[in-house]
């Protein structure tokens, strides 16, 4: 094989050199020759540090051009620096070496010539195609790709083809330098790709592997997919927008929809402004829908950079949909008026009795129109809560509904007093409030045989229907379960009350009860609480603190759906709490009462909070009732009285034999009342003549009820 004339010039060169690089430091130090060489091999470190740093690819081979100038500026520097020609010869022995690696190694010449044909003397004898060409990777053939796709292909190859990934096309995003979409598929054909990452992929672009998403390819008319394609977008430029100003579905995801986020597996739908209401809405779904929202209200708002304020953001939940309301100012700190317009039942017995966060009515019923039957009510509350505001409104619109009302409380107050005015009988006590249950019950038997006039037989009650001969009864227990924990007429009030809850709804009685617990050991027995929650729409006024609000809503609902929280006031979040603490500051006294919001509970099981109507006591009323009050009928009057159960129930003493058996006549001819035996309070109920048990709640009680027992 015959040497290049290149390389053959490049040895002589090497040759005639050497014995310069030897004797001109030592005979001729001064020399331009010195300085020349010098030079040269100042540029070759030049063209190294130059070949380093740079990403084009062959530094290798730059720096081996370089190095014969570097070596002989070493040699020569080195003979200038030893006594004549060193011990041994040495400057004529590294100038030999230095032409020996020019012979060596080649020579160099032959790695400036990677890309050109082979400079041989003669032509190339004739070879076959596959003797001539050696192939150790597949060769990509060119497709005519674009500027972006080659640089990417570079860096891609240099990086050692990660994943055995060829890519097919890069796409730069619109607006963007840096950000752009890669197609990649396998290197073989039918292989899928495995093994490929994130970082992988971040490795040969300079990103962060947080930049980089990978997606599947679906396949397309025209290109294939599956998995042996791969879809990878690089995305540093808007990552860092994202972080700095991400817009609200970009904040959603990475803060609320997130896995450790407020709302976990959701998305946002949209983000809409209500600004004539001072409200900002934020609509969302599951991505899955087959999986129920798990809401953190506090984590939602830290994740969208809301204040946490519970009376000013509120949740509500629609099967796998949500809605948060953001409002400016508390929404149910405003007071809405209750009118007769509202209060009117439709046709279907509904009235509007508040309204929500949102704005929207909230209606609950005097009668059952799907069930054909009355309506009960439970209501709860701790005092101040708006009890009595809505027995006020719930009796107007029975009132104007043309139906009777009973009410009966513990204690005389202001407010129960005036609605006496608009009412058939209202009293104060429990012997009252047991007297009016006793007297409902009879009515049953008193309907039970009440003939229709078109056919002459009895039937059960119908609402709305004109042939009834009786109007719709509604009893109010206010403080039920103070009243059932009476010593002497507890226990009437209690059974007579769970009877009525039981049977009356067959003669046209609905029960009222309100209270502040709605659990057994407070008067309320399963059956009871049971009856109540199935014929009505129960109302939870704040019960003290949101926890005792939402186990008193979760008791009178069948599954226990999320409750809204009622705080003990509305008030605005503002500044910082630990900025006040530093500074020694009070914190600002802007509470507004709640009283009058309330979680009612639909027909559907789900708590919505709202504010009820308000009514004015210290004005007029009679703007809301009926210009007559409705009345029992005559014969429901006179069949009372046949039983002895119509009177003034404000008697301040039981009539003999009411509650307790007539007293007998002992061997002396005395009388001994059955209520008091042996002068304890004992005494039997009614028709059953036991003796009736009395609460003990200390020891010194139960000594006395032992005492009671044995005459002692």
């Given at each position: ?18 014995p ?42 730059k ?7 570097v ?6 520097t080195?003979?200038?620096h030893t006594?004549?020609f ?9 100038a ?8 060596v190694v ?9 890309g ?16 001539e ?19 990417a ?27 752009m ?25 300079g ?15 025209g ?15 808007a990552?860092?927008r ?38 900002t ?5 599951m ?38 309301s ?12 209750a009118?007769?317009e ?34 009960h009510?439970?209501?709860l ?20 509904d ?5 009410l ?14 608009y ?18 019950k ?42 059932a ?10 059974t007579?009350?769970?009877?009525l ?20 050991h407070?008067?309320?027995?399963t059956?009871?609480?049971?009856n ?7 109302v ?30 509305y008030s ?22 709640t ?35 409705n009345?029992?009928?005559?014969h ?18 039981p ?29 039997g ?28």
């Open positions: 094989m015959s040497t290049p004339r290149s390389a053959a010039l490049e040895r002589l060169t090497y040759t005639l050199t050497a310069v690089l030897a004797v001109a430091p030592n005979l001729y130090p001064d020399s331009p020759i010195n300085q020349m060489v010098q030079l040269a091999g100042a540029a070759g470190i030049g063209g190294w540090v130059l070949a380093a740093r740079s990403d084009v690819p062959g530094a290798g081979r720096i081996l051009r370089w190095s014969p100038l070596l002989a500026a070493a040699v020569d080195a003979a200038g006594t004549g060193g011990p041994y010869g040495l400057d004529g022995l590294l030999a070496g230095w032409a020996a690696a020019g012979w080649s020579p160099f010449s032959r790695h400036t010539r990677r050109h044909r082979p400079a041989l003397a003669a032509a190339p004898a004739p070879q076959s195609a596959p003797a060409t050696v192939v150790e990777e597949p060769v990509i053939p060119d497709d005519g790709a674009d500027l972006l796709t080659r640089d292909r570079m860096l891609w190859e240099q990086a050692g083809m990660p994943g055995r990934t060829h890519i097919v096309k890069a796409t730069r995003h619109r607006g963007m330098q840096h950000d979409t890669i197609l990649l598929r396998a290197s073989e054909t039918g292989r899928p790709i495995t093994g490929l990452s994130e970082a992988d992929v971040a490795a040969p672009f990103v962060h592997s947080s930049d980089v998403v990978l997606a599947e390819v679906a396949i397309q008319p290109r294939q997919g599956g998995p042996g394609w791969m879809e990878a977008r690089i995305t540093p430029g990552n860092q994202r972080r700095k100003a991400p817009t609200d579905q970009e904040r959603w995801v990475d803060r609320v929809g997130s896995p450790k986020g407020g709302a976990p597996g959701s998305e946002l739908v949209h983000r809409s402004r209500d600004q004539e209401r001072g409200v809405f934020y609509r969302a779904k991505a899955d829908p087959t999986e129920s929202p798990r809401i953190d209200l506090a984590k939602v708002c830290r994740g969208l950079g809301l204040p946490e304020d519970d009376s000013c953001v509120f949740v509500l939940i629609d099967g796998t949909e949500f809605l948060i953001v409002f400016d100012s508390p929404p149910l700190s405003q007071i809405f008026k009118t007769r509202l209060l009117t039942p439709d046709a279907k017995g509904m009235y509007v009795c508040g309204y929500t966060i949102t704005g929207q009515p909230v209606k609950t019923m005097v009668y059952q129109h799907d069930k054909n039957a009355p309506a009510g439970l209501t509350g701790v005092s101040r809560s708006g009890k009595t505001q809505f027995f006020a409104i719930h009796m107007a619109a029975q009132s104007l043309g139906e009777v009302v009973w009966g409380t513990v204690r005389k107050d202001e407010k129960t007093s005036v609605l006496g005015r009412i058939d009988r209202q009293g104060s006590n429990a012997l009252w409030m047991a007297r009016s249950l006793r007297a409902a009879a009515l049953c038997e008193i309907r039970a045989e009440m003939p229709w006039a078109y056919d002459g037989q009895p039937h059960d009650y119908k609402p709305g229907d004109p042939r009834c001969p009786y109007r719709q009864l509604n009893v109010y227990g206010d403080e039920f379960m103070t009243a924990q009476d010593a002497e007429y507890g226990e009437f009030i209690q007579d009350g769970e009877d809850t039981v049977t009356g709804l067959k003669y046209g009685i609905g029960f009222n009860p309100a209270g502040q617990s709605p659990f057994a407070n008067g309320f027995s059956e009871m609480k049971d109540l929650r199935q014929n009505s729409r129960p939870i006024f704040n019960m003290g603190s949101p926890a005792a609000t939402r186990k008193a809503a979760e008791g009178t609902m069948e599954n226990a759906y999320d409750v809204p929280t009622i705080p003990a006031r605005r979040t503002e500044g910082s709490a630990i900025e006040r603490a530093m500074r020694g500051e009070a914190d600002p006294e802007n509470g507004v009462s009283g009058g919001v309330a979680v009612i509970v639909l027909d559907n099981g789900r708590a919505v909070l709202m504010r009820s109507l308000y009514a004015d006591f210290d004005a007029d009323l009679s703007a809301l009732f009926p210009d007559e009050v009345r029992l009928t005559d429901e009057i006179s069949e009372l009285t046949k039983r002895g159960l119509w009177f003034d129930w404000n008697e301040p003493e009539r003999p034999g009411e509650f307790w058996p007539e007293p007998d006549e002992d061997a002396d001819g005395e009388g001994r009342s059955r209520r008091r035996s042996g002068g304890g309070k004992g005494g109920r009614g028709s059953k003549g036991g003796g009736r048990s009395e609460q003990v709640a200390s020891p010194r009680q139960a000594l006395e009820a032992i005492r009671s027992l044995t005459d002692a």
